[in-house]
């Protein structure tokens, strides 16, 4: 017996890197890199906690995180250094 696997495996709750959301999904931010980068983010209103989407996906590798109605745009790099919570699909309204 062969079991297949899901083209997309990832499961609400799981803990992945921000590279790795897909486009449209419900995250929430898990950790964030220490020092600078940390500043930045919590300036913006974007701390360990905050339910975040993300909006889009671009070559490259740029991720674009959307709160509320604010987008921002993370490098590639940097994407990898941030660890999310899969929460769902769609934010909820």
């Given at each position: 017996m062969t079991t297949r696997k899901s083209k997309h495996p990832m499961v609400e709750n799981q803990i992945i890197p921000l590279h790795k959301s897909r486009m449209g999904q419900g995250i929430r931010i898990h950790a964030l890199p220490e020092g600078i980068i940390r500043t930045y983010f919590i300036r913006l209103g974007i701390k360990e906690g905050e339910y975040v989407t993300c909006f889009e996906r671009l070559p490259g590798g740029t991720v674009i995180i959307?709160?509320?109605?604010?987008?921002?745009?993370?490098g590639y790099d940097l994407a990898r250094q941030i660890l999310v919570m899969v929460m769902n699909e769609r934010q909820p309204e």
């Open positions: 959307q709160k509320n109605r604010q987008q921002i745009a993370v």
